[in-house]
């Protein structure tokens, strides 16, 4: 029952981070463009947050934990959609290619994280480890009361308020897109631009728009793993990009949609930390055990492509760039 | 003038080096439904997407209602109530019906299906349609699209209503309807353009016709001064005596025969409907009709591009006298039979050519696998590309360019070239002379007559109606994926021609 | 509304352009590229653009032992490039390069361990087989699935890259040394059994020959083979390939396998001619990085040698200045981001051009 208990709540905290990832990325997808910059977004959301609490952290006596929340979001926020356009400028103005300017951006993205992740330190002149005590510990503040409620409590109110901010941004989306006429138009472009083009929609301010916004919000993953995931530390391991695609991949699963990713990503997270859980298994053999999210992926990709449901699709104008005098 | 809707001034259009509209002016009236009619590429649709904001014009005006006005993209046009239900739906397939009716429209408003399908049923009832304002469009059924179209543009206030080729895709009965409506449209008050090139519609429902020929306006006429006869001839214009040369047919005898061939599109429509026609040694088959009307589909179908439905049947006879079934074949099957099929397709650069290749690379694409070993035979497509250029005068800079820089001649030169040097028994040729000039085309014309006179069977498909009965001997009309007649070259009257490609037979038989 | 005018700025397609505009296009692109990142170090650090520049090629080409060590970068980058060359012809998005030469690292270094009792020759033919096999199956699975049902193979190829990352943490745990490191350790340090010999005393020199050859072959055959020219129709229009009777099917799955091989065969150069040791970063995101190499080379062998080069010099550069001012590695990815957008962003102006509203007198009408 504990292990169980355990396993769900190590299953949540490792969806949030994809969840965030994976609904930045279903935002962009539904406007036509194939983002492979994901983890690179991801990484620049986390060193944005991190470096300008850890900036404001050591620039006062005393922190204000909200403070330290609002300016590590919203750093996150807009570092990862200046991330989002520069693909968007290159892809849609440049008409580049998609998903080699998706790489590059992967490439560039993790680069400067790890960069300054690992020399932030050295760059503000102080020598002690990076740490950001207090806004990790406003990113980790259980919800009170509740949270002492038993199982119950650690089942459902034992996460900071990432966890349920990233369920409250999917349910969001999921209205946005499906249920209101801003996110009609915009799933337009994303299925056929020239039906967009031709209803007076503008594509372009479109792309735009989702591009830069779903970056923002695939950001939001890559600050919540630095300060709740990782506890407001920095690790040059390669995990976030590991990460990032893993969100890329959950976007398949969930058939483009952001209700599905929210039970889709804590699945994932299931599976990711499965081998936990199981008794017997050697250091070595656990290994294989992690590889069962990606399998797993690799199968609903070809049953998807077997089945060819039509709701499961992805948007049928995804990857592909928009001209409107191509004859 | 007070009943003038819609004005063009000098409007000229130009793509590359190709002018689609040539100082078209025009004017529509108030409440009017006006055909504008002409043959294919006549430059129709082009005209109208200028209306519709899909183009801008890269000369001349438009004015409305006497205003000059400036139409920069489809959301002008629908502030100016100017709507166009184009020939490719303009439909999001995993949406439904209301969904696709809003797209665009006031997005700050709230989505509330419940009042957009109260407005469907508004219009609907007005004008007299059917739509589902649940169903998804991918399960609709072609007219179902189509009345969605226009749904979405009255939704959105038009007042000129442009249909682009509205009945191509519709049964008879189908169309009965959609004329209802237009009816009832005209009775509102709205003023309608149909673009289109069956005559029989034009006689019907249309008030004027305005009619194109490449590219150029011609005249506009009150559709009760106008006979079928009268608008053929303007919109093909005067019998011009183009003087091409013309043997006579030797020893002919089957080369191949086709009957029962049928096939089907992937959304389930028949684009071949049981087709059966011989073609002789020695001769040049034409095929004439309305594009779209089963041409390509008979070709690729010949040449095991095109799988066909169970029944159909394409025998091929070899100078031996031995026969063999092409249907159920693939391309390199067919050609390892013997078969030397040359087909020079529609989509020049789509299919026939690799277009970021040079000619010499081109010249190989069907026999590049000649010669043992793993590599390429260099120099012979080398010497055959020299050979092509120096015998059709290609203009290139150079063999190894890319095909896709050179202009549309050269490059169909290069395309035709490569297929007569295959020493084919059987050449088809689908709009061989489509956008090249007048001595481009008469060295293709040429071509086609020394492979003719080397007892080869030629197939031509082609649009324009002079040059089918002074090249062919034989002209086959297709008309919705149907044979719809076999003349004579020798002696097809032109009028005769397009009443069986538009579908009027009756007029023939009588 | 009939004071609206034609829109300021329009795009139009170019016919083409000549080929020393192209350079110039792309020169420029890497000239600016080269600038900005001069002024990006530049404010990161305060060392004046001037210094950051030679301390670059320092860094990159100052001594010997640097000089290799930016070949050695270089060879393996171009290795995994002309690998996945192939395959992006074709028009197949195989990002699973990164998996296809980890795969070819685990074999090689399990070959070492195991086999290390054989005869040299034995051994180097069974890492060299072993390594391009296993490559050639991660290439494989994905192709097949793409010619029979039409999987997605962006993301199959993604996600195999996972899968070979497990599979190598696997034998990681397996093989590690010394125990509770969690890593290999430098395989058979004593009797260096498996490596690549010293040759010009230099362990890099058989890598870099391995290379330049692999790049003429390829070269080769993606210009002057019937394999090459299937490859070539089947990436600009499979209608065309099927009009000239070509099966899309088996080439694409023909042309993977050798993708993967290739890539196989650099994670054979990376373990024995390199590193001796098998991790799961023994790829290092060189797999992702190639394929922007082969893209923007466009495929051709000696341009990707060149920007391999480029990269590989952009990275010893930024490595030495990080060290010079105590800060980390990841400088030099950074840098790379910035180039490649130049060069992407660059292609623009080759295949476009911008038109810019014309004068009013024209607008005016007669």
Known sequence: MTNLVTLVQAAVFFGTVIMFGCIG?????????????????????????????????????????????????????????????????????????????????????????????????????????????????????????????????????????????????????????????????????????????????????????????????????????????IKGTWANDGSIEKLGWLAVALVIFTGWKTRNAIWGAYLFGVLYWMYLYIPGLTRASQEIFKMLPYVVTIIVLVISSLRNNRDMRPPAALGLAYYREER | MENIALSLRNVTKRFGSVIANKDVSMDIRKGEILALLGENGSGKTTLMNMLSGIYYPDGGHIELEGERVNIRDPRDAFALGIGMVHQHFKLVDTFTAAENL???????????????????????????????????????????????????????????????????????????????????????????????????????????????????????????????????????????????????????????????????????????????????????????????NGQKELLEAIAGLQPALSGSSVIFTNQEGVDNQLIGKSPSKIRNLGVHLSFVPEDRLGMGLVGSMGMADNMMLKDYKKGHGIFTDRKS?????????????????????????????????????????????????????????????????????????????????????????ELCDRILVLCGGKVSGILDGRTAKKEELGMLMTGRREAVDA | MHNSREPWLRVAKRDGMSFPKRLAVRLGAVLISLLVCGIVIYAITGINPVEVYSTMVSGAFGTRTRLWSTLKEAALLSCIAIGLAPAFKMRFWNIGAEGQVLIGGMITAGCMIYLSALPAWLLFLCMFAGSVVAGA??????????????????????????????????????????????????????????????????????????????????????????????????????????????QVGKVTIRTMLLSGGICGLAGFMAVAGASHTISVSTAGGKGFTAIIVAWLAKFNSFTMLLISLLLAFLEGGAKEIASKCKLNDYASQMVTGIILFFILGSEFFINYRLVFRKSEKEGSGK
Request: hydrophobic share 45%; glycine share 10%; net charge neutral.
């Open chain 2, 102 to 292: 809003i797209i665009g429209l006031d997005p700050n408003k709230k989505l509330d299906r419940r009042e957009i399908a109260a407005s469907i049923k508004e219009i609907c009832d007005r004008y007299g349609f059917i739509v589902d304002p649940d169903k998804k469009v991918y399960e609709m059924s072609v007219s179902e699209k189509q009345t969605l179209e226009i749904v979405k543009v009255l939704y959105r206030g038009a007042n000129i209503l442009i249909l682009d080729e509205p009945t191509a895709v519709l049964t008879p009965q189908e169309t009965e309807k959609l004329f209802a409506v237009i009816r009832n449209m005209k009775k509102d008050n709205k003023t309608v353009i149909i673009i289109t090139h069956k005559l029989n519609e034009v006689l019907e429902i249309s008030d004027r016709v305005a009619i194109l020929r490449k590219g150029e306006y011609i005249d506009t006429v009150p559709t009760a001064e106008a006979t079928a006869a009268s608008l053929t001839e303007m919109m093909v214009g005067e019998k011009v005596d183009l003087n091409i040369e013309r043997s006579e047919v030797k020893d002919k005898y089957v080369r191949l025969a086709v009957s029962h061939l049928s096939c089907i599109d992937e959304d389930g429509i028949k684009k071949l409907d049981d087709v059966s026609f011989e073609a002789y040694s020695g001769e040049i088959l034409g095929i004439a009709g309305v594009s779209g």
């Open chain 1, 25 to 229: 990325e279903i935002l962009t997808e539904k406007a036509g463009n194939l983002n492979l910059g994901v983890p690179g977004i991801m990484y620049i959301g986390g060193i944005c947050g991190l470096a300008s609490v850890f900036i404001y952290e050591g620039s006062t006596e005393n922190p204000v934990p909200v403070l330290c929340v609002i300016i590590a979001l919203v750093s996150a926020f807009i570092g990862s959609a200046l991330g989002g356009l520069i693909y968007a400028f290159l892809t849609i103005s440049l008409k580049a290619n998609q998903n080699v300017t998706g790489l590059a951006l992967t490439i560039f993205g993790s680069g400067v994280a790890n960069f300054f992740g690992g020399s932030l330190n050295t760059l503000a002149g102080r020598f002690e480890q990076i740490a950001v005590p207090v806004t990790s510990a406003a990113f980790r503040q259980t919800v009170p009361v509740l949270s002492g409620l038993g199982t119950v409590g650690k089942l459902f109110f034992s996460y900071g308020f990432m966890v349920y901010l990233a369920v409250i941004v999917a349910g969001a989306l999921e209205i946005f897109l499906f249920h209101t006429r801003r996110g009609l138009n915009l799933r337009t472009v994303g299925e056929n631009p020239q039906a967009a083009d031709a209803a007076g929609i503008n594509v372009t301010k479109n792309k735009y728009l989702a591009i830069c916004l779903g970056a923002g919000i695939s950001g939001f993953g890559g600050v919540y793993y630095v300060m709740d995931y």
């Open chain 3, 137 to 246: 199956i991660w290439g494989l699975l994905p192709a097949v699935f793409k010619a029979k049902w039409n999987t997605n193979e962006t993301l199959f190829t993604l996600m195999m890259n996972y899968v070979a990352i497990q599979l190598t943490s696997f034998f990681v745990a397996k093989w590690e040394n010394p125990y509770g490191s969690n890593t290999v350790g430098i395989i058979n340090q004593q009797g260096q059994e498996g490596w690549f010999p010293m040759i010009f005393s230099t362990r890099y020199f058989i890598s870099l020959v391995l290379v330049l050859v692999l790049s003429v072959l390829m070269f080769i055959y993606l210009k002057y083979t019937k394999h090459g020219y299937e490859i070539s129709v089947v990436g600009a229009s499979e209608n065309t390939a099927r009009y000239a009777g070509m």
């Open chain 2, 381 to 469: 497509p080398r010497t055959l590309a020299k050979q092509v250029q120096d015998e059709l005068q290609v203009v290139t800079p150079g063999i190894s360019t890319p095909v896709s820089r050179l202009s549309g001649g050269n490059v169909q030169k290069v395309l035709v070239g490569r297929e007569i040097a295959a020493a084919p028994s059987v050449l088809m040729t689908a709009y061989a002379v489509r956008g090249l000039d007048i001595n481009t085309s008469y060295t293709i014309y040429q071509l086609l007559n020394e492979q003719k006179k080397k007892g080869v069977a030629v197939v031509y498909v082609g649009e324009d109606l002079d040059v089918l009965m």
